[in-house]
Nanobody, 124 residues
Framework: VQLQASGGGLVQAGGSLRLSCAAS????????AGWFRQAPGKEREFVAA????????IYADSVKGRFTISRDNVKNTADLQMYDLKPEDTALYYC??????????????????WGQGTQVTVSS
């Protein structure tokens, strides 16, 4: 499965962006979908994830209440709507997919497929 992330850009603090992840195969609808981010000099960290059935959704504490993950299992996409962006949200954002549907949605190593990343820059 190939994942293509898009929607990044430059935004002022308090602004919004919507990231989108498009999968190349229909099997994506049976995978856990997740978003991670990596700031310069830091490790890649978990942001949000949604199970294939949409029954489980989890967010990192740092984005809870500001970000919303969604997915369209017909279009094979997974989006990340980001509100009230802060300078500390600046990072390269990656979408990812876990075909094994591991219980821990936050564990980076559980995700087998990764997109190329889309840059989000929040100015103060």
């Amino acid at each position: 499965v190939q994942l293509q992330a898009s929607g990044g850009g430059l935004v002022q603090a308090g602004g919004s962006l919507r990231l989108s992840c498009a999968a190349s195969e229909r099997t994506f609808r049976t995978y856990t979908a997740g978003w991670f981010r990596q700031a310069p000099g830091k490790e890649r960290e978990f942001v949000a994830a949604m199970s294939w059935s949409k029954g489980r959704v989890i967010y990192a504490d740092s984005v809870k209440g500001r970000f919303t993950i969604s997915r369209d299992n017909v279009k094979n996409t997974a989006d990340l709507q980001m509100y009230d962006l802060k300078p500390e949200d600046t990072a390269l954002y990656y979408c990812a997919a876990d075909p094994s549907r591991n219980v821990d949605l936050t564990r980076r190593n559980n995700y087998e497929y990764w997109g190329q990343g889309t840059q989000v820059t929040v100015s103060s």
